[in-house]
């Protein structure tokens, strides 16, 4: 699964973000990287314990789960934690993958599912785009500011190198009620039917055998 899912955030809080960041201190990316993918992580992130940092995640964080589609989508159970990073001319972020297990103890949760949040307008710099190794060869992502991409966290993916001007982006990793992710789209499916049929028709008899099954699936599904 690969979905776009645009206007995440509006005109106004990129502006706000982008005034807050332009405050911040970055930090070389290596040090939130595993062994294997510090070999090729050649980047900048935001220093985590800032009272800017805490500002901005808070923010994106309320923008993400507030987005209907995301919250039908990926049926998130836990949000990482969001990582801002910056790419100037000459970094990039060669193939990895991610985390299969993400924090430590009792805070360890499974990465079902990853998503890039654009921060930069796609004509503030050349290269960068995020590329994912699919069945069906390469995918090459850049999005408008504003625009997430949620994947499945299951592709080997990179950031090819930035060659002009600067990359900002968020990244977070999702642990969703329902591991499977065919079980996962099949939910999204018939939520989004179930709710175009109740904007056309309104609450019937129809619609409520759709929430019957929607709602029955997700119980049996669900891990809580």
């Known amino acids: 699964m690969i979905v776009e899912i645009d206007q995440v955030l509006t005109a106004e809080q990129l502006a706000n973000l982008h005034a807050l960041l332009s405050q911040a201190k970055f930090v070389d990316g290596k040090l939130t990287a595993g062994p294997f993918a510090q070999a090729v992580k050649h980047n900048q992130q ?4 800032s009272e800017i940092a805490k500002t901005i995640r808070e923010s994106l964080e309320e923008a993400i789960q ?4 995301f919250r039908s989508l ?7 934690p969001c990582l801002i990073s910056r790419y100037g001319p000459g970094m990039a972020y060669g193939w990895h ?3 299969a297990l993400m924090g430590q103890g009792q805070t360890l949760q499974r990465s ?3 998503l890039t949040l654009f921060l930069s307008d796609p004509g503030a710099y050349g290269g960068g785009e995020l ?3 699919t069945d069906d060869g390469e995918r090459r992502l850049k999005l408008a500011a504003g625009t997430m991409v949620l994947y499945t966290s299951t592709y080997l993916h990179r950031v090819a190198e930035v060659t002009t001007g600067q990359r900002l982006a968020a990244v977070t990793w999702v642990q969703s009620l329902v591991r499977n992710s065919e079980q996962r789209q099949l939910l999204f499916e018939l939520d989004t039917v179930r709710r175009s049929l109740f904007e056309k028709t309104g609450k019937t008899e129809a619609f409520d055998l759709l929430s019957k099954t929607y709602a029955n699936l997700l119980r049996q599904w669900a891990e809580v």
């Open 46 to 49: 935001l220093d985590g314990t």
């Open 112 to 114: 079902d599912l990853s």
């Open 66 to 69: 507030g987005n209907a589609l």
């Open 131 to 133: 590329v994912l190794d």
């Open 74 to 80: 990926a049926l998130p159970k836990v949000i990482r």
């Open 97 to 99: 993958m991610d985390n």
